[in-house]
Each structure stands twice: as structure tokens, then as C-alpha cells.
Nanobody, 123 residues
Framework: QLQLVESGGGLVQPGGSLRLSCAASGFTLAYYAIGWFRQAPGKEREGVSCIRSSGGSTNYADSVKGRFTISRDNAKNTVYLQMNSLKPEDTAVYYC????????????????WGQGTQVTVSS
């Protein structure tokens, strides 16, 4: 079974931090690029960040650049999204997705998706 599972979401105050995890099972994550996407109520799905299979190339949406950091630990078959200085507009369901080797900003090009984890930024 090929599966991605997100975890680490929750409720946090503005300015706070969360670390999301994307754990893979049924396939070797080392050969896949992992993208993070988010969707807020009433808004289109948005690409947030992506990391190439090698870990040597990363991408960030302008809205999160400087605040979010993507990383991977292939030995643990897991990709992380460290989110700092969170804002209310970061509130969304966050999804991780996998495709072979290289990043894309088009969600339709990703082959595997997790079920999402809710992030709520509110005081």
C-alpha cells in the first residue's frame, strides 16, 4: 500500500510555530519530491513548498518565504514543514503530496496525496 500521512497540525496563536510531518509507507520516499499544499475555506488549493528527492532544491510560495522551512529525513521516510511566525491567513488544511524526483507547482502532477491536517491560527 502506498500511503502518505500528515501529522502535527493544531491550534496555535498568531506568531506561534508548528511542525508538520509527512510520513510515507509502502514506497521509498528517497526517490520522490514532496510538496506541501494548503486549502482554506472559499479559496483555491495553493502550493506552499516543495523539496526535491535529493533535498538540494527547495521552493516556497511568496506568502510563506522566510517563515516556513521544508526538510526531509530519508532514513525516517519523513518530510517536515517547520512553520514559524504563523498568521491567521495561514489557517487551512495542509496536504503533502509525492511525485518522482522533481518538484512542480501543479498539484495535478503529483501521484500520491495524504488526507490532510488542519492548521488553525487564532487568538
Amino acid at each position: 500500500q502506498l500511503q502518505l500521512v500528515e501529522s502535527g497540525g493544531g491550534l496555535v496563536q498568531p506568531g506561534g510555530s508548528l511542525r508538520l510531518s509527512c510520513a510515507a509507507s509502502g514506497f521509498t520516499l528517497a526517490y520522490y519530491a514532496i510538496g506541501w499544499f494548503r486549502q482554506a475555506p472559499g479559496k483555491e488549493r495553493e502550493g506552499v513548498s516543495c523539496i526535491r528527492s535529493s533535498g538540494g532544491s527547495t521552493n516556497y510560495a511568496d506568502s510563506v518565504k522566510g517563515r516556513f522551512t521544508i526538510s526531509r529525513d530519508n532514513a525516517k521516510n519523513t518530510v517536515y514543514l517547520q512553520m514559524n511566525s504563523l498568521k491567521p491567513e495561514d489557517t487551512a488544511v495542509y496536504y503533502c503530496a509525492a511525485r518522482y524526483h522533481y518538484c512542480s507547482d501543479k498539484g495535478s502532477l503529483y501521484d500520491y496525496w495524504g488526507q490532510g491536517t488542519q492548521v488553525t491560527v487564532s487568538s
